[in-house]
Structures are given as C-alpha cells and as structure tokens.
C-alpha cells in the first residue's frame, strides 16, 4: 500500500522546495466536506482547498456538467473558436456582479491572471502605470501579483526585486495598531512624496483580506477609496478572489458595502475545483484593451466554464448564500463560548462577515501578543486527530475556517470537536 510517508519522500525527490504544504498528507478521494488520505483515513475538510470547493468536493451537479462538456470536447481556444460556455458564463457574471451600468468579462485560469489582467485593463483605460495596494493583501505569486501582495515572507524573499511604481498603504487593524486615519494619511503621503495621483492608474483592495488574516476592509476606508478614484480618474479594483462566491454571505463581498468597484477578480470557487478565473468590470474600462492584449490558451477552458455554470445553479437550488451565514452563526457562537476557557490555547478576535471566519491565538488574553509557535501546534493537531485546518495572518498566527458551505450541521459540529481538541492548552 503506498502511504502517505513513501509519497512525502518521492515529493521531497521529485518536487521544488519552494512549493510548501500545510500538512503531510496525500489525497486519494473527497466527497464534499470530508477528505480521505492515500491510507485510509478519514478527515473533516475546513480548508476546502484554500476556498476552491465552497459548492464542497465532487457536487454531482457539477462533476455531470464536466463530464457532459468532456464528451463534446475539452479544449479549442477561446481565441480560435468560440464555444457557447464562455459567453454563458460571461452574461451570468455580468448580470450578478454589483457594479453599475454594462458589464463584460474576461475569463482566465489562475487568481494570480484575474489580478494582474485587472491591472494591464486599468492601465490600458487610463495610459498610466502607477498602482496603490495594500499591506498584508495577497494577489498571487507571479511577477506583478507577488508585487502587489503586501508580504515578503514568503512571497517576495530571495525572488528579486519587485516590479516598479507599486506602493503599499498600511491595511487598518486593530491588532497591528492601524487606523483608517492611519491608511488615509498614508496614501495622502504617497501623493505628495512618491507618486502624482495622475500617474496611478489603480487601487487594488480584498474586501476582506485573505492570506493577510481575514480582516473586513471598513466601509469608511472603502467609501474614501471609492472618493479618492472618483477624484483622480483611477480605477478602483476589488480582488474577491477568496471572498468571492458568498463565502461572506453574500456572492460578492462587496455586496457589503454601500460603494461599488470598477473591476472585481474572481477565481477559486468560481470553478467548483476547476481551474477558472475572471474579472468582471465596466465595459468601457474592460474594452480599453486592444484585441489580443489580453487570453490565454488555456484561458476560460471548456469544462471549467461548464463547472462554474453549475456551480452557479447549485447556489441558488441550496440556497447557499444563507447556508453561509448559517455556518457563520454557528462558528461565531461556538468560538464565543469556548474563548474564556482556561484549558484552551488563550484566543482573541473572532471575526468575519458569513462563512469566512477566523481567529488569533494569543499567548495571553490581556497582552493579546501573537503566538505564531502555538498556532503551528494548532494545525498539526489538527490533521493528527481528523481535521485539515488552515493557518494565515501577517502575525501567522490567525486560524481560518473555510469548510465547504455544502457540509451539514453534523460535518460542521465533528470539525469543531476536533479543533477543541487541537485548541487544548
């Protein structure tokens, strides 16, 4: 039987260093909200593949939609004939998305393409380069998205400079002593010592930050975003790449605020497990580039349009959006009764809008100091007793929960047993 060991070590022979992992483990099936290992064994999925699989593992609705399109054909190029999927899959998303006025989209495969085609669109609308991010955002690891994430460890480290006129404004949280004061300030600097805001051509912001600790972006920050762009012609981006497809609650997190973007990115479980991304703009904007300027050969492929079109009808057939805040509820009580107990690992700051909840674990309640080590420990217990977890933050030491919005109560409340377990102090 080959085991989980023997695949570690061809991996570690066989496969680049700078590819990390979470756990050991080797995959050998899934079914919605539970994971099966190379051995056998059993374990409760709260990753749901960074947030790939919010329709959960193999929906049937989805896999028949794949297996469907495989038997028509898998692939042709969207820029040497068109198929029907595509163009489907853009009117749904225009339709949806909460921008005003005509939308058009653009499809690609990967996170890291919807970002960094926002930002060629914003560039080609307004002929400038220039583009303001945020500290602790994540965008991707290619040459501009690792750029415009606001991490260095281990985004940037050892991979050479960074691509020019990208500036990082501090992201306001509580627990890194940030005010929305602070940030605005901070760009205000920008403009005066750095960069004309004639020369930028976009804001790129996470709703709710992912890999940065899942931290909600004020509603003052966003509106003052959207008066800043209204002001100097730049053309505000939302990445919804892990918020995207009601992991909030709502289909867009930026459902939540009272100001729209001009471009969203959209990727992960837009897809349903299939590699699909896109960003969904004004059409003016998105028109901006010239034919050819943007694509991919493998850019919107087939079956993944076929997936995303079924993950879309799942959605509304489940209800989904309000099973999201239902689990949000439910992860919220639970962790609000647990924090005050003196047997656990101390935690602090439970937040996040619907399903895309998180926590700090701290090496004492007062203090609230990070404790990075312990969070470590957290997710190794994890997965020994049963449960794939994930960890993030600028501080590494925030706990996020991303379990498909398919699971059942009964998944959900097994999830949480073990990560008691994993929490004992």
């Not at 939308?103 to 380069?129: D, H, P």
């Not at 901070?186 to 004639?198: E, M, N, R, T, W």
């Not at 694509?295 to 099973?323: H, I, M, Q, S, W």
């Amino acid at each position: 039987m080959t085991t989980n060991a023997d695949l570690l070590s061809r991996r570690q022979a066989a496969v680049v260093r700078g590819i990390g992992h979470t756990t050991p483990l080797s995959a050998s099936r899934a079914l919605n909200a539970e994971l099966w290992d190379v051995e056998g064994n059993r374990y409760v999925d709260f990753a749901g593949g960074i947030a790939v699989v919010n329709t959960g593992h193999c929906h049937p609705k989805v896999m028949a939609a794949v297996q469907e399109q495989m038997a028509r054909f898998t692939h042709t190029c969207f820029q040497v004939l068109m198929y029907e999927p595509y163009i489907k899959l853009a009117e749904r998303l225009n339709a949806m998305a909460p921008i005003s006025g005509p939308l058009k989209s653009a499809l690609f495969t990967t996170g890291a393409e919807a970002t960094e085609n926002a930002v060629k669109i914003a560039r080609a609308a307004t002929g400038r380069s220039g583009v303001i991010a945020f500290t602790g955002g994540f965008h991707g690891r290619t040459a501009l998205a690792s750029a415009l994430t606001g991490k260095v460890m281990p985004y940037k480290k050892g991979l050479g400079p960074a691509l020019p006129e990208i500036w990082h404004v501090p992201f306001p949280t509580v627990q890194n002593g940030i005010k929305i004061e602070d940030s605005l300030k901070y760009l205000d600097l920008i403009f005066k010592a750095d960069a004309d805001p004639s020369r930028i051509a976009a804001t790129i912001i996470e709703p709710v930050q992912g890999e940065g600790g899942f931290h909600p972006a004020p509603a003052e920050l966003m509106r003052a975003l959207r008066r800043v762009c209204d002001e100097h012609g730049i053309v505000l981006i939302a990445d919804e790449v892990q918020t995207g497809f009601g992991r909030t609650g709502k289909m867009f997190a930026m459902e939540h605020y009272d100001v729209s973007p001009d471009l969203i990115c959209l990727a992960k479980s837009l897809g349903g497990g299939f590699p699909l991304s896109a960003v969904v703009g004004r059409a003016p904007i998105m028109d901006a580039a010239d034919p050819g300027g943007l694509g991919g050969t493998y850019a919107g492929n087939p079956l993944a349009c076929a997936a995303a079109l079924a993950v879309l009808d799942v959605f509304e057939e489940e209800k989904l959006l309000e099973r999201s805040q239902v689990i949000g509820q439910r992860l919220h009580n639970w962790l609000e009764r647990i924090q005050g107990r003196n047997d656990l690992l101390p935690i602090a700051d439970i937040r996040g809008p619907g399903a895309m909840v998180a926590f700090d674990i701290v090496k004492d309640r007062s203090s609230r100091e990070p404790d990075p080590e312990a969070t470590k420990r957290v997710v190794q217990r994890a997965y020994e007793n049963g449960l794939i977890l994930l960890s993030c933050g600028t501080n590494a030491n925030t706990i996020r929960i991303l379990v498909p919005l398919t699971a059942d109560d009964a998944i959900l409340d097994d999830g949480l047993q073990i990560l008691e377990q994993a929490l004992a102090a």
